[in-house]
């Protein structure tokens, strides 16, 4: 086996023990043996041993969930509606075709977490769906210095959903993705321009933005 091909065939076997055990259960030994070579040469491709091979693996899937995403925003003279389903579907794309690579980014670094892999992903997402916002509450009367939070809570809604359909798988992911779109969207078309809590059961008055 050449060197590329070892390096390849140790980094499939990497993906599948973190997606398995996480980083802190797995080992090198356990590496080792499943690639049915000894720890050297794991040691000859990642010198720093599992902490460098979890790095490129967890680097790998990033990029590919990213550019995923990336590709479904990046899109121009549509429906910011569509816009919301073409970046829903990416997302749950990936969990379907990456289960693994799913798993390894939120088992280490879950969608609740401050800082990590994932969460970090999530926050560059969230820096590419604020033009959507912003376009969309500038168009509806609706404050747009509000959007980077807005953006992070679509952003932070999409993949807790993800998440949890990675184990269910039901029901599809069409209808996931149509009924995410649904509060999302529609949650959007009727927002209030200054929200106010509800107290003691009592409605706070307060001005609704006019839905086009």
């Known amino acids: 086996m050449t060197g590329a091909a070892r390096r390849a065939q140790l980094l499939d076997v990497g993906r599948a023990l ?11 030994e356990e590496v080792a043996a499943r690639a049915h070579v000894s720890k050297p040469v794991v040691y000859e491709h990642f010198r720093r041993g599992k902490e460098e091979l979890y790095e490129v693996v967890a680097d790998r899937e990033v990029q590919r969930l990213l550019s995923a995403v990336t590709a479904a925003l990046d899109v121009t003279g549509v429906h910011p509606r569509e816009v919301l389903e073409r970046a829903a579907l990416a997302l749950l794309d990936y969990v379907e075709t990456s289960s693994e690579g799913f798993r390894i980014l939120v088992r280490d670094s879950p969608v609740a977490s401050s800082g990590g892999t994932f969460a970090t992903l999530m926050s560059d997402v969230a820096r590419q769906v604020e033009h959507l916002m912003v376009r969309e509450m500038d168009r509806r009367g609706l404050p747009a210095q509000t959007a980077p939070m807005y953006a992070q809570m679509l952003v932070g809604m999409v993949a807790l959903t993800g998440q949890w359909w ?8 069409a209808t996931v993705a149509a009924h995410l779109v649904n509060l999302s969207w529609n949650g959007l078309s009727g927002m209030e321009a200054e929200p106010r809590l509800r107290r003691d059961g009592r409605p706070q008055r307060s001005r609704t933005a006019t839905t086009p």
Not at 18 to 28: D, I, K, N, P, T
Not at 166 to 173: Q, V, Y
């Open 18 to 28: 973190f997606a398995e055990r996480g980083l802190e259960g797995a080992s090198v």
């Open 166 to 173: 990675l184990d269910t798988r039901e029901p599809d992911k």
